[in-house]
């Protein structure tokens, strides 16, 4: 429709597996999430993850707490 203004469109990384992608392209790296399984996910999701994280673990005994890895520890996804 002509004069229509559509808001941002929401950007989605085709190789991550989050959904909180600011770009549609880049760089992803595999997350542990326990066992063999990982989740790939960009820097933004990988961010937001962390971020949960990181508030879950404040109600969880330490025994059960989620790891907080850094970004640059992860392995990116497709070079192994």
């Known amino acids: 429709m002509p004069g229509v203004v559509i808001a941002d469109m929401k950007k989605q990384n085709p190789n991550c597996d989050g959904g909180h992608c600011t770009r549609d392209a880049g760089e992803v790296r595999r997350l542990p999430t326990g ?42 996804y497709g070079e192994d």
Do not use: H, Q, T
């Not at 937001?48 to 970004?71: G, H, Q, S």
């Open 35 to 76: 066992g063999d399984s990982a989740a790939i996910l960009c820097r933004s999701c990988y961010e937001y993850e962390i971020a949960f994280r990181r508030e879950r673990n404040k109600d969880l005994a330490k025994d059960c707490a989620f790891d907080l890895p850094a970004w640059e520890s992860l392995k990116v």
